[in-house]
């Protein structure tokens, strides 16, 4: 009767209702039409066990101090940083944009702040250096999703709960996989740059190095506090977090001082984020127990074994699963949703689960530049006036290469697991 739960589901959606009570209303008339009701007395007990996680404590707290320091002024300090590095290369600003959200990851975890921060800054300075407007959202948009992947990320967080893997492994299992992204987004943006003659930066727009590092100091320890106090042992991912939220703050103070109306609607929109993604907790939870009474993590490893697939042929064919969701769900909400009947499949035909972390997350972070409902696609379509599906045309390059770079990360899980296992985080 588990068929029931998609159809009353889209029933719910079709109704207009958030997607926390379509999943959590869905899976409750499920347990009563399948005969499940006796069931759900213990349902209070199965939600609460979901969401009272230490490590899930982390999750507010890096969103707080991605608010702090985004109201803080901190992003022209980074541009000017990437453009003193990398800008005066010949489609220097392109590389700018990608050097720049690399930067801006390790300080926000989120792909939709980075993609509507650098649409109302760098998007109008490449128009007015001669690209073309969908070009500029395109490559903001496709450098967006380093964010998630570079420690701190909130997806990995929330991973990391869901299967009960370590949240500071999985955050230097990101750095390496993040910087490989970059690298093929340079790549890309330099082939396009010498086949349409992109300008350089002149010599006099670029600041001085000096300068430039440090003005963008103070932003710059943020991530070298939590990956250096996690790598060193001095505190767990949730102390870095309430660590960061006070840098955050005395970073804000160096570049931009903060009002108590930026403080209020910094607490408030951490306040309504997390609000969002423990009710989509909540809602999982049911729909896990219901799965878990109709067995259907061992009928979909019966069908794995049926198919002959091994270990590879699995994940490849989970990718696939994980990618056509990731175009059409909020990530959050697809990580809920296929995360627990999935992963453990995987497991048991032998994935390590901090690899499958970041492979997972990864997949998901590309469905947010992919049609139909690209989450970046739309705030830089939104923030910039570019045509929906002109923008969407034009990131295709980056998105294939982003599929490119996902294959070699599943192929070879050493470019994840290597870093952690070096330091000790992972076996």
Known sequence: ???????????????????????????????????????????????????SVFSLLAMPLFILAGELMN????????????????????????????????FFAGISGSAVADAAALSNTLVPAMRERGYSAEYAGAITAASSIIGPIVPPSIILIFYGALMQTSVAALFVAGIMPGLLLAAALIGVNG????????????????PALGSAILSALPALCLPIIIVGGIVLGWMTPTEAAAVAVLAAAI??????????????????????LTGSIFMILCAVAAFGHLAALERIPQAIVGLVEQMGLGPIGFLIMMNVLFIIAGMVLDVTVALALMVPLLAPVALANGADPVHLGIVICFNLCIGLVSPPLGGCLLIVSTVTGVDYWKLAR??????????????????????????????????
Do not use: C
């Not at 926390?20 to 349902?43: K, Q």
């Open 1 to 51: 009767m588990i068929w029931l739960v998609p159809v009353i589901a889209a029933l719910l959606l079709a109704s207009g209702l958030a997607l926390a009570y379509v999943i959590g209303g869905a899976a409750v008339l499920s347990f009563l039409i399948s005969d499940n009701a006796r069931y759900l007395a213990i349902l209070p007990q199965k939600v609460f066990s979901q969401i």
């Open 251 to 272: 970073a804000a103070f160096f570049y931009s001082p903060l009002t108590l109306t930026d403080y209020w609607e910094s607490f408030s929109r951490t306040a309504i």
């Open 191 to 206: 082939f396009f740059a010498w086949r349409d003659d992109h300008p350089r930066v002149e010599k006099g727009d670029a």
């Open 394 to 427: 034009a990131v295709m390059p980056f998105v294939i290469a982003e599929i490119v770079v996902l294959g070699v990360l599943v192929f070879i899980p050493e470019i994840s697991l290597w870093l952690p296992r070096t330091l000790g985080l992972w076996k």
């Open 71 to 102: 109201r803080g002024g901190v992003t022209k300090s980074l541009i000017d940083l990437s453009m003193a590095l990398i800008g005066r290369v010949r489609g220097g600003l392109g590389h700018v944009n990608i050097m720049t959200s690399v």
